[in-house]
């Protein structure tokens, strides 16, 4: 190297100031001044990054509260009363009005929803207002505070009407115990009968009630928690006669764990 000669730095005339590059912006904004911005990719990628939050959000959530898992689905029992996603116990609560429930259920499960989410799609052809400001459009405003309001009013409403407690303990998953038993016996046919088999399952395996498979209870013992009840069993429920009541208390202490 010679003395007296230094480094030179070239420029590449490819590498453009940023600041006198053109902003892309649509041609007409004569509409909103100073707040239109080009669709593509400005708009776009403020909503991906926002749709990117919330899905990270929903996976967070997914991984923490898992679903929780019930005992295999029995269509034979009567006692257990399921429950949609939350998102839709708006409906549910809806259907146990008078009103959309009984006869009346098409109103409450086709002409009522159908009404208020056929306005929602009909609001933005009724209300053509280029107002932004939600106080200067009372008809869209007021129709989505009303869905808004029933949604949350219906949706608490059935949150709190649920009992939880027995439903997650009808549905926990058990060990299974089966018994052999002879489905055509006078007992079993009395049990078909009664408001028994609601609770205790089709085959004694329990589900709002115990199991009644190796009960440490004699027949009198049977009948007389039948009459007064025992625990969160309410007495009183059996509607048969004396007689049968006894017959099914018999055959009930004759349900034993199978090998």
């Not at 990628?45 to 939050?53: P, Q, T």
């Not at 998102?87 to 146990?96: H, I, P, S, V």
């Not at 997650?168 to 002879?182: M, N, T």
């Not at 009968?193 to 440490?216: M, Q, R, T, V, Y």
Request: glycine content about 10%.
């Amino acid at each position: 190297m010679h003395k007296g000669k230094g480094m030179k730095f070239v420029g590449d005339s490819r590498v453009t100031d940023p600041s006198s590059r053109p902003k892309k912006t649509p041609k007409d904004y004569s509409e909103y001044p100073g707040k239109t911005e080009a669709f593509w990719p400005d708009f776009l990628l403020k909503e991906w990054l926002v749709g990117a939050v919330f899905l990270v959000g929903y996976l967070v959530l997914t991984v923490a509260h898992p679903s929780p898992l019930e005992r295999p689905a029995d269509p034979a029992d009567t006692g257990y009363i399921p429950v949609p996603d939350w998102y839709f116990l708006f409906l549910y609560q809806l259907l146990k009005y008078e009103f959309a429930s009984g006869p009346f259920n098409v109103i409450g499960a086709i002409i009522m929803p159908g009404l208020a989410f056929g306005a929602l799609l009909l609001v933005p052809f009724l209300d053509t207002s280029k107002e932004r400001s939600p106080f200067k459009r009372p008809l869209p405003t007021g129709f989505m505070l009303l869905a808004l309001a029933s949604m949350i009013y219906l949706t608490w409403e059935s949150v709190v009407n649920h009992d939880w407690e027995a439903a997650a303990e009808y549905g926990k998953i058990k060990e299974e115990v089966s018994v052999e038993f002879d489905e055509t016996s006078e007992g079993y046919e009395l049990y078909q009968a009664s408001s028994c088999i609601g609770c205790h399952g089709n085959a004694f395996e329990g589900g709002l009630g115990k199991p009644l498979i190796g009960l440490d209870y004699t027949a009198d013992e049977i009948v007389n928690i039948a009459h007064e009840g025992l625990g969160g069993m309410p007495g009183g429920t059996y509607t048969g006669t004396e007689e049968e009541l006894h017959k099914l208390a018999e055959f009930i202490t004759t349900l034993q764990p199978a090998e």
